[in-house]
């Protein structure tokens, strides 16, 4: 089983900054990619960004230069600095990590979600 807890989620002015934390737990043998997906309200889930084992990162053309991913491999945890906010960037933003257990099953598991605000 692996367990992702997230926070950093909250209320901000158009143009301010959050930062996204998920941390991974359980029985970890390797992560492979650890992405950022988001859903607003009404609309369909889509990815915001992804990282890599060898820490290539992807964004989606919306956040392209506002937002930066990045991981801390030693503890298992990916971040999500988001940064010149706009309002259609309020969404709840989900942690997802593809890897391998220590019993050697592949897992891809989800975050429970965090809201992020964005007020005009």
């Known amino acids: 089983q692996v367990q992702l807890v997230e926070s950093g989620g909250g209320l901000v002015q158009a143009g301010g900054s959050l930062r996204l934390s998920c941390a991974a737990s359980?029985?970890?043998?390797?992560?492979?990619?650890m992405n950022w997906y988001r859903q607003a309200p009404g609309k369909q889930r889509e990815l915001v960004a992804i990282i890599t084992s060898g820490g290539n990162t992807g964004y989606a053309d919306s956040v392209k230069g506002r937002f930066t991913i990045s991981r801390d491999n030693a503890k298992n945890t990916v971040y999500l600095q988001m940064n010149s906010l706009k309002p259609e960037d309020t969404a709840v933003y989900y942690c997802?990590?593809?890897?391998?257990?220590?019993?050697?099953?592949?897992?891809?598991?989800w975050g429970q979600g965090t809201q992020v605000t964005v007020s005009s």
């Open positions: 359980g029985s970890i043998f390797k992560i492979n990619a």
């Open positions: 997802n990590v593809v890897g391998i257990t220590i019993a050697m099953i592949a897992f891809n598991s």
